[in-house]
């Protein structure tokens, strides 16, 4: 069946039957907006990431992964801030000739990637276009105190992140890579990171906000950055869509954590230092050279 | 200067200039996500509206305007739930060669809408795209017990509107329109209506949400409902984006809030009735035939 058959209001009911909720959705999908319940006194957390055909995906990707990646890209910038994902909207421009399965296999990846981390998808919009456009807008809940910004690196600070980076797009990382929540809920409750930031552009790109916002610069170590199977350096820092954290924390709690034993994985990679040493790779032979902020350029 | 000559965090931070927010907001763009804080115990209204160039609007029409509708239709959204419109998200598709001057248009336009209403603009996403696209994600604030959806209408409950329907394409209103936050805080402060929705399909097809997720029908007179100047009654009930508020409320109060001098207007268009009974429209010649739902196709 076409989209075209089955009509909006055709195509909302069916999204609308397939979705469970949690008892903290008042009123989910089919009002004009939908109602949800927090916890009283806590902080919002509000995101929202937009896909597009042909840059962040092709139709020729299984649409599950597609909407898996979608939903993942935004619960990745809640886990960034250390906060709990919990309410999402899913904005969706499709051509009306396009099979009815590709989008219930999309809403598929969508609610298995909401279901991993409890959230409830609580509402959207449908809307035509030529080519397929995913746009998933995301409440997260902070607990006061434990909610961490890019800005709040200080000299000294040991960076680390919280797994391998690199060769996401030719190993498909990019498509199914978990987000780091449960680490980062491990970190503000135990450790709370001066600075913290997903990999989306790259480490040498994210790494580059923590320090334009903390306005410090920092050195890190070519040799103890953890590469995914088949990546070189290059490919961490420039690549991107790893969605690892990287974060910051103060020397002392940083030595407890890494000789820590947790379920988690977490690599030291380098050292914040004043904004006027500037921003440094220590190569693996020794000589320091200034970081290369390449990343990819969305225009 | 066209936006590739800008670059992607030029234009972000080109974006958060030029944005002011309230203390409600304590992070804003430039963030992974933003962080806001509302009053303790309220509930959130969450939505999202997305706009396509050719659907929606066209390169030709001022951005200015463009960026006003897209924020004024998630508001819309916002005010048909009875709540208060707080933080904006805006996520953008662009082509690299559009001109930067339109990218600030539109926000002026999203900024001014965003005014006029006291709400904050608190992140987005910014993509390439070869086509336009904005969408909105909007949260807003309910008082508990004066949250309203579509589905509390009861037979016998009167059907009213804020404003007068049809030709919102022709006269520009589609563009222009100012979203009735206004009028519904009014109306859940002192009158409380039992269903509310705003006119985005036109009446025959929005007043039909209410009807179906209220499982109840209705009977409207044609020659009580208020028409935009130019505008006959087959404009009234297809043509849609008026964004006016279509409400019903018990008989007593109905009564009530139409003889109360008030700054705004409302309109009694019909009742409720049992859903054995139809969804009809009494024409002026007295017959009364069933309404056609021929609304706008998405698909």
């Known amino acids: 069946m076409r989209l075209t058959g089955l009509g909006e209001f055709g195509l909302i009911e069916r999204i609308r039957r397939s979705v469970k909720n949690s008892a903290r959705t008042v ?33 020729d990707m299984t649409a599950r992964l597609i909407g898996r990646k979608a939903m993942n890209c935004s619960v ?40 991993a981390f409890a959230l409830d998808i609580v509402g959207g919009d449908t809307v035509r276009n030529d080519k397929i456009v995913i746009n998933v807008a995301l409440t997260g809940e902070g607990k006061a105190g434990q909610v961490v910004s890019r800005g709040g690196a200080k000299p000294g600070d040991q960076i680390l992140v919280t797994g391998p980076l690199g060769g996401s797009l030719t190993s498909g990382g990019h498509l199914k890579f978990l987000p780091r929540v449960k680490e980062a809920r491990y970190l503000v409750e135990h450790f709370l990171p001066t600075a913290m930031i997903d990999v989306s552009d790259g480490l040498a790109s994210d790494l580059g906000h923590i320090l334009a916002q903390s306005k410090v610069g920092a050195v890190i170590e070519e040799s103890a950055i953890p590469l995914r199977k088949g990546a070189i350096i290059d490919n961490a820092l420039y690549d991107g869509e790893d969605f690892e954290l990287i974060f910051t924390l103060a020397q002392k709690p940083a030595a407890q954590l890494l000789k820590t034993k947790t379920l988690y994985h977490f690599y030291r990679i380098g050292e914040i230092q004043e904004a006027a040493k500037g921003y440094l790779i220590k190569k693996r032979y020794g000589r320091c050279l200034p970081v290369e902020n390449k990343s990819y350029k969305h225009f």
Chains 1, 2 share one sequence.
């Open 76 to 115: 990745s910038d809640i886990a960034a801030m250390g906060g709990i994902p919990r309410f999402a909207l899913i904005s969706l421009a499709v051509p009306g000739n396009l099979e009815t399965v590709f989008v219930d296999d999309l809403f598929r990846g969508l609610r298995e990637a909401a279901a």
């Open 27 to 59: 009123i989910g999908i089919g009002d004009d907006a939908a109602v949800v319940s927090l916890v009283a006194g806590q902080q919002l957390l509000l995101t929202t990431d937009m896909l597009v055909e042909g840059v962040h995906f092709t139709k």
